[in-house]
Protein backbone atom coordinates (compact mmCIF):
# COMPACT_ATOMS: atom_id res chain seq x y z
CA UNK A 1 0.00 0.00 0.00
CA UNK A 2 0.84 3.84 -0.74
CA UNK A 3 -0.50 6.10 0.73
CA UNK A 4 0.53 9.35 -0.29
CA UNK A 5 1.18 12.05 1.52
CA UNK A 6 1.33 16.23 1.90
CA UNK A 7 5.10 16.42 1.42
CA UNK A 8 6.75 19.07 4.43
CA UNK A 9 7.92 21.49 1.35
CA UNK A 10 4.25 22.49 0.78
CA UNK A 11 3.58 22.77 4.44
CA UNK A 12 6.86 24.67 4.36
CA UNK A 13 5.69 27.08 1.26
CA UNK A 14 2.49 27.33 2.98
CA UNK A 15 3.92 28.84 6.24
CA UNK A 16 6.23 31.18 4.20
CA UNK A 17 3.42 33.32 2.40
CA UNK A 18 2.78 34.85 6.59
CA UNK A 19 6.63 35.80 6.57
CA UNK A 20 8.36 38.62 4.54
CA UNK A 21 11.96 36.34 4.75
CA UNK A 22 13.84 33.66 5.61
CA UNK A 23 17.84 33.61 6.70
CA UNK A 24 19.93 30.85 7.49
CA UNK A 25 23.05 30.23 9.57
CA UNK A 26 24.86 27.19 9.86
CA UNK A 27 25.48 26.02 13.62
CA UNK A 28 27.86 23.54 14.92
CA UNK A 29 27.42 20.29 15.90
CA UNK A 30 29.53 18.16 17.98
CA UNK A 31 28.49 14.92 18.47
CA UNK A 32 28.79 13.48 22.48
CA UNK A 33 31.51 10.73 22.70
CA UNK A 34 31.61 8.08 25.27
CA UNK A 35 28.25 6.56 25.41
CA UNK A 36 27.18 3.11 26.96
CA UNK A 37 25.17 2.36 22.73
CA UNK A 38 24.51 -0.92 21.39
CA UNK A 39 27.69 -0.83 18.37
CA UNK A 40 25.51 -3.29 16.28
CA UNK A 41 23.22 -1.88 13.39
CA UNK A 42 20.89 1.04 14.30
CA UNK A 43 18.29 1.31 12.01
CA UNK A 44 16.22 5.54 12.29
CA UNK A 45 12.73 5.27 11.78
CA UNK A 46 10.71 8.77 11.76
CA UNK A 47 9.25 11.86 10.05
CA UNK A 48 10.89 15.23 10.03
CA UNK A 49 12.00 15.91 13.25
CA UNK A 50 14.22 13.19 12.58
CA UNK A 51 15.52 13.39 9.29
CA UNK A 52 16.16 17.50 9.93
CA UNK A 53 15.09 19.50 6.82
CA UNK A 54 17.27 22.35 5.58
CA UNK A 55 19.71 21.46 8.43
CA UNK A 56 23.23 21.38 6.33
CA UNK A 57 24.28 19.46 4.83
CA UNK A 58 21.18 17.41 3.44
CA UNK A 59 21.94 14.54 1.82
CA UNK A 60 18.57 13.04 0.45
CA UNK A 61 16.35 15.96 -1.22
CA UNK A 62 13.44 13.60 -1.34
CA UNK A 63 12.97 13.31 1.90
CA UNK A 64 14.49 16.33 3.07
CA UNK A 65 17.67 14.40 5.52
CA UNK A 66 20.77 15.75 6.98
CA UNK A 67 23.38 14.13 7.90
CA UNK A 68 23.70 16.31 11.14
CA UNK A 69 20.60 14.92 12.22
CA UNK A 70 20.34 13.36 15.31
CA UNK A 71 20.67 9.89 13.83
CA UNK A 72 23.74 10.17 12.56
CA UNK A 73 24.89 12.55 15.26
CA UNK A 74 24.01 9.20 17.70
CA UNK A 75 25.56 6.81 14.92
CA UNK A 76 28.71 8.43 14.89
CA UNK A 77 28.95 8.48 19.05
CA UNK A 78 28.15 5.15 19.43
CA UNK A 79 30.52 3.79 16.44
CA UNK A 80 27.74 1.07 14.86
CA UNK A 81 29.09 -1.74 12.67
CA UNK A 82 26.18 -0.32 10.30
CA UNK A 83 23.78 3.36 10.03
CA UNK A 84 20.75 3.09 7.99
CA UNK A 85 18.57 6.34 8.55
CA UNK A 86 15.36 6.03 6.59
CA UNK A 87 13.51 9.02 8.41
CA UNK A 88 11.65 11.02 5.91
CA UNK A 89 9.65 14.39 5.91
CA UNK A 90 6.33 14.04 5.58
CA UNK A 91 6.27 10.66 6.81
CA UNK A 92 3.51 8.73 9.24
CA UNK A 93 3.20 5.09 10.63
CA UNK A 94 1.74 4.16 7.28
CA UNK A 95 4.86 5.60 5.31
CA UNK A 96 6.80 3.36 7.86
CA UNK A 97 4.69 0.01 7.69
CA UNK A 98 3.93 0.67 3.62
CA UNK A 99 6.17 2.74 1.99
CA UNK A 100 4.89 6.72 0.67
CA UNK A 101 6.59 9.62 -1.25
CA UNK A 102 8.84 12.19 -0.10
CA UNK A 103 9.01 15.67 -1.32
CA UNK A 104 9.50 15.44 -4.63
CA UNK A 105 6.87 12.89 -4.89
CA UNK A 106 9.57 9.91 -5.04
CA UNK A 107 7.54 6.81 -4.54
CA UNK A 108 9.62 4.98 -1.18
CA UNK A 109 9.48 1.72 0.48
CA UNK A 110 8.49 0.81 3.72
CA UNK A 111 10.83 2.57 6.39
CA UNK A 112 10.59 -0.94 8.14
CA UNK A 113 11.92 -2.47 5.29
CA UNK A 114 15.48 -1.02 6.87
CA UNK A 115 15.07 -3.53 10.18
CA UNK A 116 16.72 -6.56 9.84
CA UNK A 117 17.29 -9.23 12.27
CA UNK A 118 20.56 -8.78 13.11
CA UNK A 119 19.34 -4.63 14.25
CA UNK A 120 20.91 -4.10 17.44
CA UNK A 121 19.17 -0.50 18.00
CA UNK A 122 15.97 1.03 15.96
CA UNK A 123 14.41 4.50 17.29
CA UNK A 124 11.26 5.60 16.37
CA UNK A 125 9.61 8.93 16.09
CA UNK A 126 6.60 9.41 14.54
CA UNK A 127 2.49 10.77 15.53
CA UNK A 128 3.60 13.92 14.55
CA UNK A 129 2.19 13.59 10.96
CA UNK A 130 -0.27 10.57 11.68
CA UNK A 131 -2.26 13.62 14.35
CA UNK A 132 -1.46 16.33 11.25
CA UNK A 133 0.84 18.77 13.35
CA UNK A 134 2.36 20.72 10.60
CA UNK A 135 -1.24 21.89 9.76
CA UNK A 136 -2.52 22.32 13.25
CA UNK A 137 0.56 24.94 13.43
CA UNK A 138 0.08 27.02 9.79
CA UNK A 139 -4.04 26.66 10.62
CA UNK A 140 -3.23 28.42 14.05
CA UNK A 141 -0.74 31.09 12.67
CA UNK A 142 -3.13 31.99 10.17
CA UNK A 143 -6.28 32.26 12.61
CA UNK A 144 -4.30 35.07 14.24
CA UNK A 145 -3.13 37.19 11.68
CA UNK A 146 -3.78 40.52 12.76
CA UNK A 147 -4.78 40.24 16.28
CA UNK A 148 -2.98 37.70 19.20
CA UNK A 149 -6.20 38.37 21.25
CA UNK A 150 -8.65 35.24 21.84
CA UNK A 151 -8.53 31.48 20.96
CA UNK A 152 -8.96 31.02 17.32
CA UNK A 153 -7.05 27.64 17.01
CA UNK A 154 -8.73 26.11 20.43
CA UNK A 155 -12.53 27.50 19.60
CA UNK A 156 -11.95 25.73 16.15
CA UNK A 157 -10.77 22.50 17.49
CA UNK A 158 -13.24 22.25 20.31
CA UNK A 159 -16.18 23.00 18.43
CA UNK A 160 -19.32 21.25 19.41
CA UNK A 161 -17.91 20.38 22.73
CA UNK A 162 -15.23 17.74 21.95
CA UNK A 163 -11.56 17.90 20.75
CA UNK A 164 -10.89 16.94 17.38
CA UNK A 165 -6.88 17.11 18.17
CA UNK A 166 -7.30 15.15 21.74
CA UNK A 167 -9.38 12.83 19.51
CA UNK A 168 -6.64 12.26 16.70
CA UNK A 169 -4.31 11.45 19.62
CA UNK A 170 -6.32 8.86 20.42
CA UNK A 171 -6.66 7.56 17.13
CA UNK A 172 -2.99 7.48 16.19
CA UNK A 173 -1.79 4.91 19.32
CA UNK A 174 -3.05 2.24 17.84
CA UNK A 175 -1.21 3.14 14.44
CA UNK A 176 2.01 3.92 16.69
CA UNK A 177 1.80 0.29 18.44
CA UNK A 178 1.33 -1.31 14.85
CA UNK A 179 4.72 -0.01 14.21
CA UNK A 180 6.50 -1.47 17.55
CA UNK A 181 5.30 -4.49 16.82
CA UNK A 182 6.15 -4.65 12.88
CA UNK A 183 10.09 -3.62 14.36
CA UNK A 184 10.13 -6.26 17.02
CA UNK A 185 8.95 -8.97 14.85
CA UNK A 186 11.78 -7.45 12.27
CA UNK A 187 14.42 -7.38 14.55
CA UNK A 188 13.89 -9.34 17.92
CA UNK A 189 16.41 -8.65 19.78
CA UNK A 190 16.69 -5.08 19.01
CA UNK A 191 16.61 -2.45 21.40
CA UNK A 192 13.57 -0.18 20.27
CA UNK A 193 13.24 3.30 21.89
CA UNK A 194 10.54 5.96 21.03
CA UNK A 195 11.65 9.85 21.01
CA UNK A 196 9.00 12.43 21.69
CA UNK A 197 9.41 15.61 20.64
CA UNK A 198 10.60 18.90 21.76
CA UNK A 199 9.23 21.69 23.22
CA UNK A 200 7.68 23.99 20.28
CA UNK A 201 6.04 26.55 22.73
CA UNK A 202 6.92 27.89 25.55
CA UNK A 203 6.37 25.67 28.69
CA UNK A 204 4.54 28.05 30.36
CA UNK A 205 3.21 31.71 29.58
CA UNK A 206 1.50 32.58 26.56
CA UNK A 207 3.99 32.88 23.33
CA UNK A 208 5.66 35.71 22.03
CA UNK A 209 3.24 36.93 19.28
CA UNK A 210 4.00 38.08 16.21
CA UNK A 211 7.50 36.18 16.38
CA UNK A 212 5.33 32.89 16.87
CA UNK A 213 2.44 34.09 15.69
CA UNK A 214 0.07 31.94 17.57
CA UNK A 215 -2.91 33.54 19.94
CA UNK A 216 -2.06 33.93 23.33
CA UNK A 217 -4.64 32.10 24.79
CA UNK A 218 -4.04 29.55 21.94
CA UNK A 219 -0.41 28.85 23.43
CA UNK A 220 -1.67 26.95 26.62
CA UNK A 221 -4.12 24.49 24.45
CA UNK A 222 -1.66 23.44 21.96
CA UNK A 223 0.58 23.09 24.55
CA UNK A 224 -1.63 20.62 26.04
CA UNK A 225 -1.94 19.38 22.67
CA UNK A 226 1.80 18.29 22.32
CA UNK A 227 2.11 17.36 25.89
CA UNK A 228 -0.70 15.15 25.01
CA UNK A 229 0.62 13.60 22.29
CA UNK A 230 4.51 12.61 23.84
CA UNK A 231 1.71 11.00 26.76
CA UNK A 232 0.77 8.93 24.24
CA UNK A 233 4.17 7.83 23.13
CA UNK A 234 5.50 7.27 26.13
CA UNK A 235 2.84 4.87 27.02
CA UNK A 236 2.42 3.17 23.59
CA UNK A 237 6.29 2.50 23.68
CA UNK A 238 5.95 0.58 27.85
CA UNK A 239 2.81 -1.06 27.04
CA UNK A 240 4.85 -2.65 23.65
CA UNK A 241 8.33 -3.36 24.90
CA UNK A 242 10.02 -0.57 23.90
CA UNK A 243 11.42 2.50 25.99
CA UNK A 244 10.46 6.31 25.61
CA UNK A 245 13.36 8.81 25.56
CA UNK A 246 11.84 12.47 26.79
CA UNK A 247 13.46 15.16 24.54
CA UNK A 248 10.70 17.52 25.97
CA UNK A 249 11.97 18.16 29.26
CA UNK A 250 15.61 19.07 27.93
CA UNK A 251 14.29 21.27 25.53
CA UNK A 252 12.36 23.64 28.28
CA UNK A 253 13.44 27.34 27.24
CA UNK A 254 14.79 26.34 24.26
CA UNK A 255 11.50 26.78 22.64
CA UNK A 256 10.84 28.67 19.14
CA UNK A 257 10.61 31.48 21.16
CA UNK A 258 13.88 32.17 22.55
CA UNK A 259 16.80 33.86 21.17
CA UNK A 260 18.44 32.38 17.91
CA UNK A 261 21.90 31.00 20.15
CA UNK A 262 18.87 29.44 22.66
CA UNK A 263 16.50 27.96 20.84
CA UNK A 264 16.02 24.22 19.09
CA UNK A 265 13.21 24.69 17.54
CA UNK A 266 12.85 27.42 14.41
CA UNK A 267 9.49 29.67 14.40
CA UNK A 268 7.76 30.81 11.37
CA UNK A 269 10.82 32.68 10.06
CA UNK A 270 13.73 30.75 10.65
CA UNK A 271 16.77 32.78 11.24
CA UNK A 272 19.23 29.42 11.34
CA UNK A 273 18.55 26.55 8.92
CA UNK A 274 16.11 24.95 9.55
CA UNK A 275 12.04 24.62 8.20
CA UNK A 276 9.82 26.63 9.91
CA UNK A 277 8.89 25.37 13.68
CA UNK A 278 11.22 22.60 12.87
CA UNK A 279 14.33 21.84 15.21
CA UNK A 280 17.71 23.37 14.55
CA UNK A 281 21.50 22.05 14.31
CA UNK A 282 21.28 22.97 17.85
CA UNK A 283 17.66 21.03 18.50
CA UNK A 284 18.83 18.02 17.11
CA UNK A 285 22.52 17.91 18.88
CA UNK A 286 20.02 17.91 21.92
CA UNK A 287 17.99 15.29 20.83
CA UNK A 288 21.28 13.60 20.52
CA UNK A 289 22.29 14.47 23.77
CA UNK A 290 18.76 13.04 25.17
CA UNK A 291 18.94 10.12 23.24
CA UNK A 292 22.83 8.59 24.30
CA UNK A 293 21.85 9.86 28.07
CA UNK A 294 18.57 7.45 27.75
CA UNK A 295 20.62 4.77 26.14
CA UNK A 296 23.04 4.95 29.09
Known amino acids: MNRPHLPLARTAARLATLAAATAGVLLAVVAPAHAAVPAGR ?3 LGDSYTSAPLVPTQVDLNCLRSNRNYPSLVAASAGSSS ?3 VSCSGATTDDILYGGSGALGIKLPPQLNAVTSATALVTVQIGGNDIGF ?7 AEASVGSPLGSPCKDRF ?22 LRAVRQAAPNARIVVLGYPAILPDSGYGCWPVVPIAYQDVPYLR ?12 TAKANGASYADVY ?6 D ?3 SSGTRWVEGLVPQSSAAPFHPNARGEQGMATALLAHLS
Not at 224 to 231: M, Q
Not at 249 to 254: A, E, L, Q, V, W
Open 42 to 44: YVA
Open 249 to 254: TPSIGR
Open 158 to 179: TAGGTDQLRGRIAGAAPKVTAV
Open 134 to 140: SGIISDC
Open 83 to 85: FAD
Open 256 to 258: ACK
Open 224 to 235: GVEKALNTMLAD
